[in-house]
């Protein structure tokens, strides 16, 4: 049976009940609906074994003058969406509600996935073949979900998105990423950052470095996503000004060409419609190091000529869109890895970064990494320990001088801000930074 | 207390497929979140209601949760190859329940208001300081519970949680926030936040970074707040005794005798307050530190089978989506004297006044090593003669635990990830302030 929900929904009449409270020029109104189910494998001693999450609910919301009023509420029917419409107008209709029909699937038989049962081994005999053994405490989980958006101006498909976590717990601390699929290549992958970390636990923090060091595809993923992704969102942009301000302005060097671009994401998380109904763009962030394009969903677009929506993005029905990035690529450069490692001799090679920040107003940046290597002989060596980066978030963007040539598919992982809890992810060869100071 | 019949079904469901433990587990709520920014507000009528089973045997389990009312007629998911044990029945002290759960969610208008005086007053104390972000959620909620070894329960809550983000008057200026819950949202009191805000600000634009610098510390509830649940496994779970063991003196003392330390699931006017936890098990005061002396860890049901008196009910359960786990509700240090901040400030020669932290602690308890960045002010003849801020607080845990000289009786809570952790002021010796940690 299938699972894919709301293709049934009588989106005319559902805007037609919008339109009853969208009353003003400017109004905007927009019903969300979506549906999520989770199944989690939990590590071998725990109890309860397999679990399983599933919720259906809608949201509609209300924009006027610069206001927002949204009602949300778990479950679907023509009851609740009449509730929940009525307490997005807060008023009595005049007159009811014409109530459209919803079609909703129902939820199919019990849920099973194979691909969740098998990683563990999978994954047990990609670290042995590393030779090395340690005591690993794995949580998996598959992540589905389905939203479709009908407004009063525009109307999406259903979108779905479906990938993998993984929160792997060692002697020595966490580890947790995010995986479009459950494939042997996924269970060398996770295998080797694992066992990366494990060599380097006991490695000692590396002296206060002020120099050169080569970012490795998963750390340049979470630097590009604090550093420019966050940093370019049109709300955070507005603590300092206009968004519109920022096109035009220098943020980095010119080897930074970043594009959030949701329909180029790993196949299973593609998206044609941001979380608002809007049609996604290939959005051009910084073109040569120059702010291009902010991230803006239609809120923030509604009143700009050049501020372009596609960008709102929603963690649940509970909470108002915001605008986010969805999937990050850094355009290649024209180095080889060779020779990225050549101009940072006795340097850090940082191939993961485990979190980073970014202060919006006073421009502080910091990322952290949990293990990395000296660079010798134009490769990485000697492990070194934990260490972090902190200088205002410009210098670090100023600070690339080189860009690897091969992108990768990195999951950028979990983004946490305003209580949204999002998955991003990432596109990107490493990158070189000179001039900076790394300290344990 | 009634329980819906749709739980019951839900068992008898269960029971009937031969399960020998079903628990299940209704929750729904309504709450209503104004969000003030000066580019624009964003109110949200948030109504949620769901419900979780967990059943299993020795061999295997399943856990299964969904939006909606419980419904029989599901589809299980296949159990998978871990037993599950739940918890029986307890005789359930007498409880009243607060007269104001049924107070009526904060209005719109009135919560602009709040964030309107709040902004008003934060501009009088400091001429160019602004809100940037306020945000109110105001909901109240009720959960019933069902099993069978024969546990029934329900219990209805109220809390409001407020956060708020303000930024100097100078250019590129840091920003400060305060996160705090009451049960009440209109206890919120705009003018003395807007004083909070401003005192924070003034330190973080004006301080500076001693370059080491030791003496006396008064510390405010929000510090002691942070160091407490940062040293969490210290109190709670069977591993604690062990992890205590190391910072034990010759006397069995593992703190001074102005630490006293408990955690109340039923504490009155707590914004937790509640006669069960979230499996149903009854709540009540556990002392974990008395003087300093370790009296016990706190544990759940399943974590002390041999001796049944070491128990209280302390599993936590947020939502319908969350299983429960054992943890603090109402972790709170017991203030000692009655005496006031002013007058632990007024007594200090030569010291530190700690009001805020500036991010996350570091410790370390096996290498018995703390620290924690902090902001204040530096205090000399009871008297403040400038703000620092940029400083890290550091020392040992056993110097943190056992330098504790007196209490005030300020005692406040805050909510952190793991529930609500309280503090009166403390004066400290024996810490040290740096730069770095």
Redesign the interface.
């Known amino acids: 049976m299938t699972l894919v929900p709301f293709s049934h929904l009588d989106s005319a009449g559902i805007t037609r009940t919008l339109s009853q409270i969208a009353d003003r020029q400017a109004d905007l109104a927009d019903a969300f609906f979506e549906r999520r189910e989770l199944?989690e494998?939990?590590p071998?001693?725990?109890?309860?074994?397999?679990?399983?999450?599933?919720?259906?609910?809608l949201a509609v919301r209300l924009v006027r003058d610069?206001?927002?009023?949204?009602?949300?509420?778990?479950?679907i029917s023509p009851e609740i969406f009449s509730d929940t419409v009525r307490?997005?107008a807060r008023a009595m209709p005049r007159a009811p509600y014409p109530r459209p029909s919803f079609g909703i699937s129902v939820?199919?038989?019990?849920?099973?996935s194979s691909e969740l049962l098998d990683f563990p081994s999978a994954l047990g005999r990609a670290v042995r073949a590393h030779e090395v053994s340690f005591p690993l405490r794995l949580t998996l989980r598959r992540h589905r979900r389905w939203v479709r958006i009908v407004g009063t101006r525009l109307s999406s498909g259903v979108e779905q998105e479906i990938f993998y976590s993984a929160s792997a717990e060692m002697p020595w601390g966490r580890y947790g990423c995010l995986l479009p699929e459950l494939t042997a290549e996924a269970a060398e992958r996770l295998a080797h950052s694992l066992v990366s970390a494990y060599r380097a636990h006991q490695a000692a923090p590396p002296e206060p470095w002020h120099g050169a060091c080569v970012l490795g595809p998963a750390a340049t993923a979470v630097l590009l996503h604090e550093a420019v992704g966050h940093a370019l969102e049109a709300?955070t942009l507005?603590?300092g000004g206009h968004p519109e301000a920022a096109i035009g302005v220098r943020l980095g060097s010119v080897e930074l060409n970043v594009f959030d671009d949701p329909a180029r994401a790993p196949e299973s998380v593609r998206r044609t419609a941001d979380d608002e109904g809007f049609p996604v763009m290939r959005r051009c962030l910084l073109r040569a190091g120059v702010v291009e394009q902010p991230l803006c969903d239609s809120?923030w677009a509604h009143h700009s000529e050049v501020l372009e929506a596609g960008a709102g993005r929603r963690g649940d029905r509970?909470?108002?869109p915001g605008p986010r990035s969805s999937h990050l690529e850094l355009g290649p450069g024209e180095s080889s890895r060779e020779d990225l490692f050549a101009e940072a001799e006795g340097g850090l090679y940082l191939p993961e970064a485990e979190r980073g920040h970014l202060?919006?107003?006073?421009?502080?940046f910091s990322l952290s990494f949990p293990y990395g290597h000296r660079i010798e002989n134009r490769m990485p060596g000697a492990p070194v320990g934990r260490s972090s980066l902190r200088a205002h978030v410009s210098d670090v963007l100023r600070a690339v001088t080189a860009v690897g040539s091969e992108p990768r598919s990195a999951g950028a992982g979990w983004c946490a801000k305003g209580g949204m809890k999002l998955p991003v992810w990432a596109t990107t060869p490493e990158l070189r930074l000179e001039g900076v100071r790394i300290r344990p | 207390m009634k329980i819906d019949a749709s739980l019951h079904a839900v068992l008898e469901k269960l029971s009937g497929e031969d399960w020998e433990e079903v628990e299940v587990y209704h929750k729904r709520g309504r709450s209503r979140t104004v969000r003030f920014a000066p580019q624009g507000t964003v109110t949200t009528f948030s109504q949620e209601e769901g419900w979780a089973v967990r059943a299993g045997d020795r061999r295997r389990s399943f856990f299964y949760a969904a939006a909606g009312e419980p419904r029989s007629d599901v589809a299980w998911p296949e159990a998978d190859g871990r037993g599950v044990r739940l918890a029986s029945a307890k005789p359930v002290p007498p409880w009243t329940p607060p007269s104001d759960l049924d107070v009526p969610l904060i209005g719109e208008s009135e919560t602009r208001g709040l964030f309107e005086a709040l902004a008003r007053q934060l501009a009088e104390e400091l001429p160019g300081a602004r809100l940037i972000l306020g945000e109110l959620a105001d909901g109240s909620s009720e959960s019933q519970l069902v099993s069978s070894r024969e546990v029934e329960a329900s219990v209805r809550q109220r809390t409001a949680l407020l956060y708020l983000e303000a930024a100097g008057p100078g250019r590129g200026s840091r920003s400060i926030a305060l996160r705090l819950a009451e049960r009440d949202a209109r206890r919120f009191n705009p003018r003395t936040l807007g004083r909070r805000l401003a005192d924070l600000l003034t330190v973080t634009e004006k301080g500076t970074t001693p370059v080491r610098d030791r003496g006396e510390f008064v510390l405010a509830p929000a510090v002691v707040v942070s160091l407490l649940s940062a040293l969490s496994d210290l109190w709670l779970g069977p591993g604690a005794e062990e992890k205590t063991a190391h910072l034990t003196d010759r006397r069995g003392k593992i703190a001074s005798p102005a630490f006293t330390l408990i955690d109340d699931g039923r504490l009155s006017g707590g914004v937790l307050e509640a006669p069960v936890d979230g499996e149903g098990q009854p709540t009540r005061e556990q002392v974990l530190v008395e003087e300093g002396i370790f009296r016990q860890p706190l544990l759940a049901w399943w974590q002390s089978t041999s001796d049944p008196s070491r128990v209280s009910g302390c599993c936590r359960r947020p939502g319908w989506r969350d299983l429960p786990r054992p943890g603090a509700t109402h972790l709170y240090l017991r203030p000692e004297t009655t005496a006031s901040v002013a007058s632990l400030i007024e007594n200090l020669s030569r010291g530190y006044y700690l009001i805020a932290t500036e991010g996350a602690p570091q410790v370390a308890v096996a290498d018995n090593r703390f620290a924690l960045p902090v902001c204040g002010f530096a205090i000399e003849g009871g008297r403040p003669t400038g703000s620092i801020t940029g400083a890290w607080l550091v020392g040992s845990v056993s110097g943190l635990l056992n330098g504790i000289v007196t209490t005030a009786r300020d005692l406040s809570f805050l909510p952190v990830s793991s529930g609500m952790v309280g503090s009166p002021s403390l004066l400290i010796k024996g810490l040290e302030l740096r730069q770095r940690p």
């Open positions: 199944l494998l939990p071998e001693d725990s109890a309860p074994g397999f679990r399983v999450w599933r919720e259906s609910g610069g206001q927002c009023w949204l009602a949300a509420r778990d479950g307490r997005a939820w199919p038989d019990a849920p099973r709300d507005a603590l809120v509970h909470l108002p202060h919006p107003l006073s421009g502080e």
